[in-house]
């Protein structure tokens, strides 16, 4: 664990300890007005008991200060929580063992040490609660040790002062006090980490924007070293080569011909898959179009294209949603067997919606798509929009994507 995760664990248990020791601190307070006021004796537990619960916190303060790694942490955390059960147990049987309210002040203890600690420790706590507690409920029952009677037992308990003052201070007061500050407590946990959840998102997203950058202006650099540079060898190749045609034989000359003028034709398939000039030029309309002419020229598959015209949208969209076509089109032309794709464009509050539409076999949608098609959605997730693909046998298959965009 670094640093700051562990100095975040480490104000955490420091809040719980704080926690005990504010709600201690006022029960305890208030007990004692109770007993400054009325005839119950110094020595009730509902006095000495929750004071000496308090002022335990201060050394465990002590302790969590000294730790210096998160196992040692959470050991001397669940120390506390074994000190603190020791002394509930103590008050229970004080105040009247089984009979008391006394055994719901362990549930406290209980969801503290499973929600801070680690299993281990959050079991060995809660296995400590049951044993304890069956512990002095056997040993009253067996009267190895002597039932402790708090209360009055010749009136009826509505009629005893300490009776309705130990349910109101106990039960109602230290109770409900302790579990509103509990739920509390756990509310701002939860928000904090939200709150720190929600920032390291939108670092994660803002970095792979800049990395979708990066990636995008490496494949314009790509491209054009292949159009501007390998192309042009290419032809400067098949030139001297058409200049040594009548040295060699014709047969040969031709073959290799055939050979530079494939190679040519392939670079600039490839540069303009990686990054179309168009797409800088012109935009992502024109760019579709010439796309769709590349595909019927090279496979004869017939594209019709439903593109609602407008302003240029931002660049990474269009290049973005360019790669999402050009990705669907490349999976029609290899798997589907389609004979008609049909591409639709169109914008809709503040997000702009690509749909691509063949009439192919098809496929079940519980198969593996291609690292291509998986690779875009990702990409298309990152921008904060969405991607699906959906298909059954025999009935083509339909990719859309909805990307955000900001309007000018």
């Not at 089984?98 to 929600?115: K, L, P």
């Not at 796309?291 to 407008?310: C, F, H, P, R, T």
């Not at 998986?374 to 025999?394: A, D, F, L, N, W």
Request: charged share 20%; aromatic share 8%; with cysteine.
């Amino acid at each position: 664990m670094g640093e700051q995760p562990f100095a975040e664990l480490k104000g955490t248990v420091l809040r719980t300890i704080l926690a005990r020791r504010i709600t201690l601190g006022v029960f305890a307070a208030v007990a004692l007005v109770v007993i400054l006021t009325s005839r119950i004796s110094y020595l009730n537990p509902l006095f000495y008991a929750p004071l000496a619960w308090f002022l335990i916190t201060f050394p465990f303060q002590y302790l969590v200060n000294r730790q210096r790694s998160e196992r040692s942490l959470h050991w001397v955390h669940a120390g506390f929580f074994i000190v603190e059960i020791v002394l509930i147990t103590l008050f229970v049987h004080l105040m009247g063992g089984s009979e008391w309210i006394g055994i719901v002040f362990y549930i406290f203890t209980v969801i503290y040490a499973n929600f801070f600690l680690p299993k281990l420790q959050g079991y060995l706590v809660t296995a400590l609660v049951i044993l304890l507690y069956t512990l002095v409920v056997l040993l009253e029952y067996t009267g190895a040790i002597s039932h402790q009677f708090l209360f009055p037992v010749h009136d009826a308990p509505y009629r005893s002062l300490s009776y309705n003052l130990t349910t109101i201070l106990a039960g109602a007061v230290g109770i409900y006090s302790v579990l509103a500050y509990t739920v509390r407590s756990f509310t701002n946990i939860y928000a904090r980490k939200n709150r720190i959840l929600a920032a390291r998102e939108s670092e994660l997203a803002e970095l792979s924007q800049r990395l979708l950058s990066a990636h995008e202006e490496e494949r314009r650099r790509i491209a054009r070293e292949l159009h501007d540079n390998l192309s042009q060898s290419l032809a400067a190749v098949k030139l001297h080569l058409a200049a040594l045609k009548d040295e060699i034989s014709p047969d040969k000359a031709k073959e290799v011909l055939g050979i530079i003028d494939q190679a040519v034709t392939e670079t600039r398939t490839l540069a303009y898959s990686l990054r179309p000039p168009l797409l800088d030029d012109l935009g992502l309309l024109p760019s579709l179009r010439r796309l769709g002419e590349m595909v019927k020229a090279a496979s004869g598959l017939e594209m019709q294209l439903n593109l609602e015209e407008g302003k240029r949208l931002p660049r990474p969209v269009e290049s973005l949603l360019f790669h999402v076509a050009q990705e669907a089109i490349r999976n029609v032309q290899k798997h589907a067997q389609a004979k008609h794709v049909v591409v639709t464009l169109h914008r809709e509050s503040g997000k702009v919606i690509l749909a691509v539409k063949d009439d192919g076999i098809g496929f079940r949608p519980q198969d593996p798509q291609g690292l291509g098609l998986r690779g875009i959605k990702e990409r298309v997730e990152v921008t904060g929009g969405r991607m699906e693909v959906t298909s059954s046998p025999g009935c083509g298959a339909l990719v859309s994507a909805e990307v955000p965009y900001e309007a000018d």
